[in-house]
T-cell receptor, first 112, second 110 residues
Framework: KNQVEQSPQSLIILEGKNCTLQ??????????LRWYKQDTGRGPVSLTI?????NTKSNGRYTATLDADTKQSSLHITASQLSDSASYIC???????????FGKGNQVVVIP | EAQVTQNPRYLITVTGKKLTVTCSQN?????MSWYRQDPGLGLRQIYY???????DKGDVPEGYKVSRKEKRNFPLILESPSPNQTSLYFC?????????FGPGTRLTVT
């Protein structure tokens, strides 16, 4: 069973609207959680990294939240743009040594 | 510019013909790794290296080899490629929590 589950698998949103992506994980122990953005055919690019003690972190229009007690994270995209069309991957690092647990990604399509 | 480079970016080959995908980083990172990405499966780790001459298997190492003779380079070797190794491959390097991915190599084995 995948230790990192993301939902929804895919969604379509109108340009200018907000959306929230969910990540639930069962990985233990826990060191940090990352959100990556991956454009089609390109390598993932880091958006945010949060450790156990952090509840929220922003990177421009992207805001990630973390509840380490319930093992849930979310990524909120504000005022979406066409360039936000991508896959967003949630990645959990159990012990800080880079053996990572990857989610399968949320596929976001922004339409005009 | 800090970056991870991979070559080639695209490769079509035939079953059994040995190939090497090169990976190089200019950030002096100790940790490097290789992933493959397949539709519906997400990213899966093939091999990783904690430092020069230190490598270990990831989740899907069968059919692959790696070497780490210098800090900056981490080539992925397919001794006898098979069609089930058709995939999109990513090299990554990291220090601390920040991980940088290469642009990807799309491999097709016929």
């Amino acid at each position: 069973k995948n230790q990192v589950e993301q939902s929804p698998q895919s969604l379509i949103i109108l340009e200018g609207k907000n959306c929230t992506l969910q990540c639930n994980y069962t990985v233990s122990p826990f060191s940090n959680l990352r959100w990556y953005k991956q454009d089609t055919g390109r390598g993932p690019v880091s958006l945010t990294i949060m450790t156990f003690s952090e509840n929220t972190k922003s990177n421009g229009r992207y805001t990630a939240t973390l509840d380490a007690d319930t093992k849930q994270s979310s990524l909120h995209i504000t005022a979406s743009q066409l360039s936000d069309s991508a896959s967003y991957i949630c990645v959990v690092n159990p012990d800080g040594n880079n053996r990572l647990a990857f989610g399968k990604g949320n596929q976001v399509v922004v339409i005009p | 510019e800090a970056q991870v480079t991979q070559n080639p970016r695209y490769l079509i080959t035939v079953t059994g013909k040995k190939l090497t995908v090169t990976c190089s980083q200019n950030m002096n990172h100790e940790y490097m790794s290789w992933y493959r990405q397949d539709p519906g499966l997400g990213l899966r780790q093939i091999y990783y290296s904690m430092n020069v001459e230190v490598t270990d298997k990831g989740d899907v190492p069968e059919g692959y080899k790696v070497s780490r003779k210098e800090k900056r380079n981490f080539p992925l070797i397919l001794e006898s490629p098979s069609p089930n190794q058709t995939s999109l491959y990513f090299c990554a390097s990291s220090r601390s929590y920040e991980q940088y991915f290469g642009p990807g190599t799309r491999l097709t084995v016929t």
